[in-house]
């Protein structure tokens, strides 16, 4: 039996390992997050090839017997070098890949995850500073689908009404009316105007290529920002440095 596998990968991460080595994270469609080691200096092809952000196939050889793997061959697809030359593309890319690493890569459907991954990175190479921001925050909006953690914007919880602005309670994780909101305990609500509401209903089905179409003011974007961190803040348990660059 082989001890060299293949996979459909995305470099999350790649810290040092040793004094020439390196240990990269990989979010793969067929096993989710996996780690394994790239040996050589700096002048090592697999070393450039393994950057963070790069994706394509990779060969990882293990060693069952000593829970050990090591990069045998990457084959990039994809080497996103515009992440890199502009602060809001970086910033906004270590937070998906933060983000992803923080969920444990989804939790199961892998491909989909990979997919959802990829497309807005794509995307993130070329944006523009205002962009970059807004697709972060579509970003975060559709992992919390993916997850299923996703709250609904269309009407009030409690009593349905549709055509008010909407609070979100991070204890109990829906959004209410201003009336329905007074009548709860909860002192930890975000405002959702309507005009983030219609921003969400807008983009939650589009691809992040399209997303350049629908612009935000500055009061809904906050408030969309807001939510969206809150809403994968509570599955986590913690909030990530990395969405408030």
């Known amino acids: 039996m ?9 470099v999350l991460r790649n810290r040092p390992s040793g004094e020439s080595n390196s240990e990269i ?7 989710g997050i996996i780690k394994t080691t790239v040996f050589g200096g700096a002048k090592s092809k697999l070393r450039s090839h393994s950057a963070p952000y790069n994706s394509g196939q990779v060969w990882i050889y293990r060693d069952p017997s000593k829970d050990y793997g090591k990069l045998s061959d990457f084959d990039v697809h994809s080497w996103r070098p515009g992440l890199r030359e502009l602060y809001e593309r970086t910033m906004s890319a270590s937070a998906v890949a933060e983000t992803i ?12 995850a990979l ?3 990829t497309a807005t990175l794509n995307t993130l190479e070329t944006a523009g500073e205002e962009l970059c921001s807004r697709l972060l925050v579509h970003f975060l909006w559709r992992w919390a689908d993916f997850l299923g ?4 914007l269309e009407s009030c919880a409690d009593c349905a009404n549709a055509n008010e602005p909407l609070w979100f309670s991070a204890r109990e994780h829906i959004a209410l009316c201003g009336k329905c909101a007074e009548d709860t305990a ?8 309507l005009g983030c509401r219609r921003w969400f209903a807008a983009v939650e089905q589009l691809e992040p290529s399209e997303l350049h179409r629908y612009s935000l003011d500055n009061k809904s974007f906050n ?11 509570g599955a986590l ?9």
């Open 2 to 10: 082989s001890r060299t596998l293949a996979y459909s990968a995305l």
């Open 25 to 31: 994270t990989l979010l793969t469609a067929e096993e």
């Open 101 to 112: 690493l923080s969920t444990h890569g989804g939790g199961g459907d892998w491909a989909s």
């Open 115 to 117: 997919k959802i991954a």
């Open 149 to 152: 953690i996703r709250p609904h």
């Open 186 to 193: 909860d002192s930890s609500f975000i405002h959702i105007n």
């Open 223 to 233: 408030e969309a920002k807001a939510l969206t961190a809150e809403v994968i803040a």
């Open 237 to 245: 348990g913690k909030r990530l440095v990395s969405w408030d660059w």
